[in-house]
Each structure stands twice: as structure tokens, then as C-alpha cells.
């Protein structure tokens, strides 16, 4: 940055490439269902409503150091909703119905779990993290009557906003709108005096609390913005993928998702987003070739990636490379002025 | 006799001990200078706990560099650490125990530590965490030295310590050296220091900058001290040399 | 009444003993190394199709109880060999316990889908051993002989354990070297902490693959059955307390005895009823009924 100003050069400003970036990716997730097959656009559909549950990890990784596994919960609990409400017992199939309804369950549970499963921090939380999903997994599995069991629910109706109901492409701009709705929002609560207060607690726990931070409730704030992210999502994925069973709830599912973080690097905000692409696409490109060895390959890479790179997975990564020509350019355009 | 010769010790970019050379050999030297001069940091590249840049420590003119941490012990070198740092859940006697088998194993011979420290038998079965501090930093003396070593290492030896207690454990010291120890103390207080010291060995950001008696030392230092900012005593160094 | 309540706890054996094999497995490296580790579940697994697969092979349908027992060793030492092989490949370049549980968890998942390649999702079964050793009476119900074997089986391991810790020298450096002691002073005091977490990482494999082949025979090696391994073992670890075995045995009790009874009496309840056993323990006791103050 100094060297960029000494030597004069105008470079925009940092927030600005953002905005572009943002807007420019925006535009192309806009338009590129009318130049793809509806096999692809569900697949990018599919990365788009992974972002806001990886997001939920993000903010709990990044912010308080703990792994969360519990994401399943919020997912299957924002599916379900959907199911029964526009599947199987059907009552409406409006989304403003629906997203608000999954958020406030998803609020209210995380609400509740938070203070079962937040109560201590490291092993603890992420083996009650999975605990939970596990339970809730045994409890819509055995509940065959009102759930279908090991069947699931699959009949469901695409949805309808402001009672228009919505064809597969709408569900996609749907899908779109609602997970950068969510990804702004995040970035807003990711610059706000919560974050660093969080930040502050995942320092050290009785320090922040010996400077008048509530260390329980923020956590438990924490946790309840991760929840009611993939709440929100759940009930889009439900429609996306036109099933829901109780696999939903399995723990290797809210695994998927703190891997999908780790994948696109935890110390990045672009990292979620990054890591949900990369995750469905290369379970999309694993599975087609071999079916059974998608979960290994990316275990593989996730675990490599942990132990080469840590926290900034394939975002660290690229920004590297990049940054590595980047500076080669500068310095060659350096040598160039200077060597006059 | 130990001879330390161009050791250089660093934490990634901070250089925490500067090419310093020093030999003790049958008497007490104490480092000293203020909080993160690099005192604990010698001593911990001499124990092994700290990696070393570059530089030889010799034992008897036999360089240790090279002997990992666990091995230590059997080469001849008792480290009694800052903070006493007893295995808690364990009686003062398995304490003892574990450096005294160790010993043993790489043949050794072993000291009776009762009868060098006959305080320890009052509380020799006791859990060491329930023990006193004066207490503790005795079991942590008997665990250093159970081995016979022939260089011991104390780090902040009277940090901490009642006045009785302190005056026992500078008896201890000395009952050492007179047994032919070669003791190697880190201490950041002049005073402590002189009451069991020899020689002080004034650091200062890694690098010896004075040496002698404790009197001399004090009279030499005194007016620098005084003069020292305060700003600069804190480095992180000190702190980051737990190994992972 | 009391034969009632003795009819769920007999039931609940297997459940009871394979849980004490795994967590102490898990409670073992977390203490000693203080590394978290969700590899077991992985060597559970693998323990038990290894257990099942090799008795099919090797035996067929003659079984002899002798033989049986040699392929549970195989079982245990294969485990202890893939954690320290996964160690040695793996865990040591992990330095956060954040690094080791999402690493760990991902090799799971691969253990996992390995295992779902080798040998497919159907469970495989093989109750030889099971029919073989026959039933006896206690107090009027009729209990499974290998019931009884498996809990004794364990208990004695624990023993051994508990022995081996307390009452031998190399004990003694590892309770220097546990989150108890110090690892560092441990290894200025002579013991080589690499030898130290090797073994450790191989007793726990002993652990898990045990507890996989030996509870194979009754409920057969089936994938996803890591899941509820992983749960009850884990769970039992936060209600015992890390590094306890009075507290992995006493855990492993009320776990697999409250589970029997819930999967009778309100199945839909079966594996929430752990997690609320592991609630109210962390509200009352935060490091477990029989666990120490630890910076965990």
C-alpha cells in the first residue's frame, strides 16, 4: 500500500474493489441461469443456499475459536418446516410464511441448545454440538408417523412469494437475493462492535468477562445468529432438493459444513463463500466419477489443507499466488521506473 | 565445568539471547538484568527446553547441543524451572521417582535426596499439589538434582519465597557447590542474588554487559539502573517458549 | 420391580462394555497427550468389520472360542497400528486443538467412506461367538454368556490400566507427562515424551479396535454405526470426567443403562437421553462426575 502511494500510482481503494467484485459476481450469478442447463443451475443454486450455513461455522470458528457441528440442526429443522408445511400436511407454500417461521423456530431452538451446549468451550462444545444433532437425528428417524422415518418427506411443491408461486428458475433468484441478503448482513454484524467483543472472548474468557462483557449471552448471540443463518437456508434447500430425510440431521452433515469452512479459509470473509462453491462442486465432480469416494477425497483435502495452510485454506491460498504475480508485476514495473 | 561459547537463541524474528559466551566451573553464577534480558532464555537453551540458533555448550568439554531434552538429565544437567512445575497429581516421592528411574536407566548413580534435604520427609508422601510454595520449590530442587548432576540450573530461585524458606534454600545452594555442583541461577532481583551468588552476570537484551561479585556489580549498575525506562522491560520472549 | 431393573442392566452389557473400551480410548489420549481425537470412532469401525470379515474368512461356520480371541487381538492391534499410523502421518502436524478436531473429524469421514468402498453399506453380521458360549441364569433372567464376557473382559482391561498407571514406573511417566503432571518438565526429567505419546496413541487404538470387534458379534459391523460410537463414547468422556476410569466405567453405566431403558420405554428418546445426562453432569460438575480441573 505505502509503496503503491509513493510511487504515486492510483489503485482504488480497497473497499471499492470489493463493491465491484460483489457486484460484478452478483450480476454474473444473475445471469448465468439463462446460459446454463438446469442441471447446472440447481448445482450453483445448491452452492448459493450452502454459503449462509457455512457462514453460521465461519463466525463461530473465526470468532470464538470453536468448531461447530451443530449446523445439521438448523438445516434440518428449516427443512422440515418446509416439508410439512408445503409437502406433506399442506398448509401454505408462501416463502414470506416460511423463511420468517423457520427463523424464529431456528432462533427459539438455538436460543434454548445454547445454553445446554455453550457451556463450555473446545471438545465440549463440539461433542455436544454433535450430540444434538445425533438426538435430533434418532427423534425424526423414530417418529416414523409424523415424519416418514428413514423415507423422509419428498412430494414437496415449490414455493410461492407474494402468493405468485415460483417456477425452478424463480426459486433460484430466490435463493440468490436471499443468501446475498444474508452474506450483507453478515458482513454488517462482522463489522460491529459485536464481533470484536466476541473477539475479544475467544481471547480469554475470564479477562473478557472481568471487563464487563456478558462472555454467555454474546456467545450464546453467537451462536443464534449461526443457527438462524442455516435455519433460513434449510428451508430453501428443502425446496431445492425436493427431499428431506432424517439424514438431514446426521452429524456428518453438519460436519459437510465445517469442512466447507475450512476449505474456503476460516480467516477470510470471502472464505465461507469460497468454501461452499468449492465443497458442492468438487462433491458434484467426485460423485460423478466415483460415487463412493466423494466424502474421502474432500476429508483428504480438508485435512491437508488444515495441516498445510491452517486457517486460510484455498482463499489464502489463491490470494498467495496472486498476491506473489501481483507483487512480481510491481516490482518488475519498479525496476522499470527506477532503472530510467 | 560448563562452558557456554557464542550461544545465540531466538523466537522467530526476536532475538532473545545475543552470542553469549560464559563458563562456570565449582562456583555460583547468577544472571541478572531486568524482565526479558534473556536470563530464563539461557537457561532454558541449557536445559534443553529452548532450540538454539548457533553457539556450543560444553559439559566437561563435551558440547550438549546436540542431546535432546531428555537425555539431558542423564548428561549431567538438573533444571529447576520457574514456577516450580511439579507433576501435581503425583506424591512428592513419585516426583522423585520419575527422574531418579531415568537416571537409573542410563546408569547413573543417584543421590539420596533425603538425606541432602531432610525436610522433605515430613511431607514425602503427601500429594505435591497440596504442598506449600516453599515446598514445592523443594521437591523441585530434589527432582532436579536426585540424578547428580553435574550442573544445576535454578530459574528465579527465591521468587516468591518467605524469608525462612529463602535463607533454607540458599543453605541448600551452597551445600551444592560445595559438593562440586557447578549452579547456573537466573535471578531478576540484585538482592536475592547477592545473598547466594559468587558471580553475577549482568544481561542486558541478550548480551553480557558487566560481570563480577555482587557487590561490584551493584555499585556498577546501580546508577544504570535507576536510569533503566520501564517501557522497554516487557518482551514477549519470555513468554513463548513453551515447545508445542 | 428389582428383577426388572436387573433385566435392563443385563441388557444393557454390551452397550456398557464396548462404551468403557472406546472412551477410555478417548479419555486416555486426551489425557496423556492432550491431543482430542476423533480418530477412534474410525478404528471402531474398522475393528469391527476387520473382526466380523476375518472371522467369516478364517472360521466360517467352525468356530472355535480360542480362535475367536486371536481375531479380536488382530482386531486390537490393528487398531493400535492405523492410530499410530495416523499419528505419525497426521496428528503430530496438528498444533490447536481447533486443527485436531476438524481435522480428525474429517478423517473420520474418511475412514468412513473407505469403509463404505471396502465393504459397502449393508451391515455384515457374524454371531458365532455370541450363540457359541451359550446363556446362564442370574436371578431368574436369562442372560447371554458373552454378555458377561465382554463386561469382564473390559473391566480387566481397566484394571490392567488402572494397575499399569498408578503402580508401575512407566505409569509414572505418564502420569508425569498427563495434563496432571508436566510435559515439558517430564521431558527434562528423562522421559522421551515421543515414546510416550506412541505408546499412548497405541493403547488407544488397542481400546477402540477392541471395543469395535468385540461388540461386533451382537449388533454386527454396520457403517454408521461410528455415529452412535462416537456419541456414547464422547458423552460418556464429559460425564466421567478426562482421564478418569473409575469415571469412564461409572459413565459407561449410566449412559448404556439410561440409553436401555429409554430405547424401551420412549424409543424416540434413545439418543437424546445421553445428551441431557451430559447437560444436566456439565451443570452441576463442568469436568465430569469423576474428572479434574484440567485448562480444557
Known amino acids: 500500500m505505502g509503496a503503491n502511494t509513493r510511487t504515486g500510482r492510483m489503485m482504488p481503494s480497497y473497499i471499492d474493489d470489493r463493491l465491484i467484485a460483489t457486484i460484478v459476481l452478483t450480476a454474473i450469478a444473475a445471469v448465468i441461469p439463462l446460459f446454463v442447463s438446469e442441471y447446472v443451475r440447481t448445482l450453483i443454486q ?43 400436511y399442506f398448509v401454505t407454500s408462501e416463502l414470506l410464511i416460511l423463511l420468517p417461521l423457520s427463523l424464529i423456530v431456528s432462533i427459539g431452538v438455538a436460543y434454548v441448545l445454547g445454553i445446554f451446549i455453550m457451556r463450555r468451550t473446545g471438545f465440549y462444545f463440539a461433542i455436544m454440538g454433535i450430540a444434538v444433532t445425533m438426538a435430533f437425528w434418532s427423534l425424526v428417524y423414530k417418529m416414523r408417523q409424523i415424519t416418514g422415518g428413514s423415507d423422509g418427506i419428498s412430494d414437496i411443491k415449490n414455493p410461492s412469494l407474494f402468493g405468485i408461486q415460483l417456477g425452478d428458475q424463480g426459486l433460484y433468484y430466490v435463493s440468490l437475493v436471499v443468501s446475498l441478503g444474508l452474506i450483507l448482513l453478515m458482513r454488517r454484524i462482522l463489522h460491529s462492535p459485536f464481533s470484536l467483543q466476541l473477539r475479544a472472548i475467544s481471547g480469554d474468557l475470564q479477562k473478557a468477562e472481568s471487563i464487563g462483557i456478558p462472555v454467555n449471552g454474546m456467545r450464546r448471540l453467537a451462536f443464534i445468529v449461526a443457527g438462524a443463518n442455516a435455519g433460513v437456508a434449510g428451508v430453501l434447500l428443502a425446496f431445492s432438493y425436493n427431499y428431506v430425510g432424517p439424514t438431514t440431521f446426521a452429524w456428518e452433515f453438519g460436519a459437510h459444513f465445517v469442512q466447507a469452512a475450512i476449505i474456503g479459509g476460516v480467516n477470510y470473509f470471502v472464505g465461507p463463500i469460497v468454501g461452499a462453491f468449492v465443497f458442492v462442486g468438487l462433491e458434484f465432480l467426485v460423485s460423478t466419477w466415483f460415487p463412493n469416494l466423494w466424502e474421502v477425497v474432500i476429508g483428504v483435502i480438508v485435512a491437508v489443507i488444515v495441516v498445510t495452510v491452517g486457517e486460510e485454506g484455498v482463499t489464502g491460498i489463491v490470494k498467495d499466488l496472486f498476491g506473489r504475480t501481483l507483487k512480481r508485476a510491481n516490482l518488475e514495473e519498479r525496476t522499470y521506473s527506477d532503472g530510467k | 565445568m560448563l562452558a557456554i561459547d557464542g550461544l545465540t537463541v531466538s523466537y522467530g524474528t526476536e532475538i532473545a539471547v545475543k552470542n553469549v559466551s560464559l563458563t562456570v566451573s565449582g562456583e555460583v553464577v547468577c544472571l541478572c538484568g531486568r524482565n526479558g534480558a534473556g536470563k530464563s532464555t539461557l537457561l532454558k537453551a541449557v536445559a534443553g527446553i529452548a532450540d538454539i540458533d548457533s553457539g556450543r555448550i560444553l559439559l566437561d568439554g563435551k558440547n550438549v547441543v546436540d542431546i535432546p531434552l531428555h537425555k539431558r538429565l542423564e548428561a549431567g544437567i538438573g533444571y529447576v524451572p520457574e514456577d516450580r512445575k511439579l507433576f501435581n497429581e503425583m506424591t512428592v516421592r513419585e516426583n522423585v521417582e520419575v527422574a531418579r528411574i531415568g537416571a537409573r ?140 | ?231 456414547l463414547a464422547a458423552l460418556s468422556v464429559i460425564i466421567g470426567g478426562v482421564g478418569s476410569i473409575g469415571g469412564a466405567v461409572l459413565a459407561a453405566f449410566i449412559v448404556g443403562i439410561v440409553r436401555a431403558v429409554a430405547a424401551i420405554k420412549m424409543p424416540v428418546l434413545e439418543l437424546a437421553v445421553p445428551f441431557i445426562i451430559a447437560s444436566v453432569t456439565l451443570m452441576l460438575r463442568p469436568f465430569g462426575i469423576w474428572g479434574k480441573e484440567f485448562r480444557y
Open chain 1, 46 to 88: 445448491r452452492c448459493l443456499l450452502w454459503i449462509p450455513p457455512t457462514f453460521g461455522v465461519y463466525i463461530i470458528y473465526s470468532l470464538l475459536r470453536q468448531v461447530h457441528f451443530a449446523q445439521s440442526i438448523f438445516i434440518g429443522l428449516g427443512s422440515y418446516i418446509a416439508a410439512f408445511l408445503a409437502g406433506k
Open chain 3, 1 to 231: 420391580m428389582f428383577s426388572m431393573g436387573l433385566r435392563y442392566i443385563l441388557n444393557a452389557l454390551p452397550v456398557v462394555s464396548y462404551v468403557i473400551l472406546l472412551s477410555f480410548s478417548y479419555s486416555f489420549l486426551l489425557y496423556i497427550c492432550g491431543r482430542v481425537s476423533l480418530t477412534f470412532a474410525g478404528i471402531y469401525l474398522v475393528g469391527a468389520y476387520a473382526t466380523v470379515s476375518l472371522s467369516i474368512a478364517l472360521m466360517g461356520n467352525s468356530l472355535s472360542f480360542a480362535g475367536f480371541m486371536g481375531i479380536l487381538l488382530l482386531a486390537s492391534l490393528l487398531g493400535a497400528a492405523m492410530l499410530v499410523a495416523s499419528y505419525l502421518c497426521f496428528e503430530r502436524f496438528l498444533k490447536t486443538d481447533v486443527h485436531r478436531m476438524v481435522a480428525t473429524s474429517s478423517l473420520l469421514l474418511v475412514f468412513r467412506g473407505l469403509v463404505k468402498v471396502v465393504w459397502g453399506t449393508t451391515p455384515v453380521t457374524y454371531s458365532a461367538p455370541f450363540l457359541e458360549l451359550g446363556v446362564s441364569e442370574i436371578a431368574g433372567n436369562i442372560v447371554p454368556n458373552y454378555y458377561l464376557f465382554m463386561l469382564g473382559l473390559a473391566l480387566l482391561l481397566m484394571l490392567a490400566l488402572a494397575y499399569f498407571l498408578n503402580r508401575t514406573s512407566w505409569g509414572m511417566r505418564f502420569r508425569a507427562s498427563s495434563l496432571d503432571g508436566d510435559r515439558t518438565m517430564a521431558q527434562a526429567c528423562g522421559v522421551n515424551q515421543n515414546l510416550v505419546t506412541l505408546m499412548t496413541f497405541a493403547i488407544s487404538g488397542v481400546l477402540a479396535g477392541l471395543a469395535g470387534g468385540l461388540y461386533a458379534p451382537i449388533a454386527g459391523a454396520a457403517y454408521g454405526s461410528e455415529a452412535n460410537a462416537l456419541l
Open chain 2, 105 to 244: 536407566a542410563a546408569g547413573r548413580k543417584d543421590m539420596d535426596v533425603n538425606e541432602f534435604l531432610p525436610e522433605l520427609a515430613s511431607f514425602y508422601d503427601r500429594k505435591s499439589k497440596l504442598l506449600s510454595g516453599g515446598q514445592q520449590k523443594m521437591v523441585s530442587i530434589a527432582r532436579a538434582i536426585v540424578a547428580s548432576p553435574k550442573v544445576v540450573l535454578f530459574d528465579e530461585l527465591l521468587e516468591g519465597l518467605a524469608q525462612a524458606m529463602a535463607f533454607k534454600i540458599c543453605d541448600v545452594v551452597k551445600r551444592l557447590k560445595a559438593e562440586g555442583k557447578d549452579i547456573l541461577c537466573a535471578e531478576s532481583s540484585l538482592d536475592k542474588a547477592s545473598l547466594y551468588a559468587d558471580r553475577v552476570i549482568w544481561l542486558e537484551q541478550g548480551k553480557i554487559v558487566a560481570m563480577g561479585t555482587p557487590a561490584e556489580i551493584k555499585s556498577q549498575m546501580m546508577e544504570h539502573i535507576r536510569k533503566m525506562p520501564v517501557g522497554q522491560d516487557f518482551r514477549q520472549g519470555d513468554e513463548g517458549c513453551r515447545p508445542s
